[in-house]
């Protein structure tokens, strides 16, 4: 299980230090297959540190430029999320019956028109996902037309058939903030431009992460497909809201072990969308939360991360 942790570090540190690593975890607490979990938190929080400096020592590209990528990273996942189960059950082909997404279901082919729905062909939701996994592997070419066509879907929901009204006049994602559906355009117009703008840049320039990033996606849809979690339930909403959080903070932590600014850039697009939600949807919060604790999630990582860049570089100008 100690290889486990092995997999918050980069690959070229598992192959220079690995073993070593794995030889000291098991000295210090021999006989356990698990260090105690202040040693776990310990570990995982060295890998984050080791990977952003990874990255920032890696000059092939402006810091900006891979911060775009980051930011259309995040906000492709963030429109994927509200349809995780819609996905899994189309690609499998499964009637979900009563768990469906604010819509009766409509068959997995064009002619399987369900009571009260119209005929779809496509559920909305493989338009993020062919956009996370086009970003993945540094295709903004093949994600532009994607988060484009999201657009056109939102703004034609009430006379689009492609996708029918799945997802569009349903309910959204809550998460940080108020609920977020295909009908904001906000969320779907910041990814079509942060995908145009990598597209005019020259492809070989964006970082290329491996499938491997595709595993938790894939385990997600099969999390909500099997279980029938929807997007408005509340342990979807608390278990999206600790990884939210958890997100927010490894940014930290890799802004200030290196003192880079390319973390702020999805951090500041994530508040962004997320603001306008609340203020559009005032009355949408979460329940579980207060608006003012909402807000300060949301406005409090900005100034944290531009602080935590500059005491680290003032302590790089020092040593």
């Not at 995040?74 to 819509?103: E, M, N, S, T």
């Not at 034609?156 to 309910?171: I, R, V």
């Not at 903030?177 to 942060?194: E, N, Q």
């Not at 995908?195 to 320039?205: I, M, N, W």
Request: charged share 15%; glycine share 8%.
């Amino acid at each position: 299980m100690n290889r486990l942790l092995l997999a918050a570090y980069p690959e070229p540190y598992r192959s220079r230090q690995g073993e070593e690593l794995l030889a000291c975890l098991s000295e210090a607490y021999p006989g356990r297959s698990w260090p105690p979990p202040r040693e776990v938190v310990a570990v995982a929080r060295a890998g984050v540190q080791a990977r952003a400096r990874a990255v920032v020592d890696d000059t092939a590209r402006p810091w900006w430029l891979d911060g775009i990528h980051l930011t259309a990273l995040v906000l492709a996942a963030l429109a994927l999320v509200p349809y995780l189960q819609d996905v899994w059950h189309w690609a499998l082909r499964i009637d979900p019956g009563g768990h469906a997404i604010a819509f009766d279901f409509s068959g997995w082919y064009p002619w399987a028109q369900g009571p009260d729905t119209r005929t779809r062909l496509l559920p909305y939701g493989l338009l993020p996902l062919v956009c996370l996994i086009a970003l993945l592997r540094g295709k903004p070419w093949i994600a532009l037309p994607a988060a484009a066509a999201m657009i056109y879907a939102g703004a034609a929901f009430n006379s689009g058939t492609l996708f029918g009204d799945e997802g569009k006049a349903g309910l959204g994602y809550y998460g940080l903030g108020a609920p977020i559906t295909a009908r904001d355009l906000v969320l779907s117009g910041a990814l079509c431009t942060a995908c145009a703008v990598l597209a005019a840049c020259r492809p070989g320039r964006l970082r290329r992460h491996s499938y491997g990033w595709l595993v938790p996606v894939v385990f997600a849809m099969f999390m909500a497909g099997s279980l029938h979690i929807i997007a408005i339930s509340p342990a979807f909403q608390r278990g999206m809201f600790a990884l939210e959080v958890a997100a927010l903070i490894a940014a930290w932590a890799a802004t200030a072990a290196t003192g880079d600014h390319r973390w702020l850039i999805p951090v500041a697009a994530f508040a962004f969308i997320r603001t306008q939600a609340i203020v559009i949807q005032p009355n949408g919060f979460m329940q579980s939360l207060p608006d003012l604790v909402v807000l300060v999630l949301l406005v409090a990582p900005l100034p944290a991360l531009a602080i935590a860049a500059q005491r680290r570089q003032s302590r790089a100008l020092l040593e």
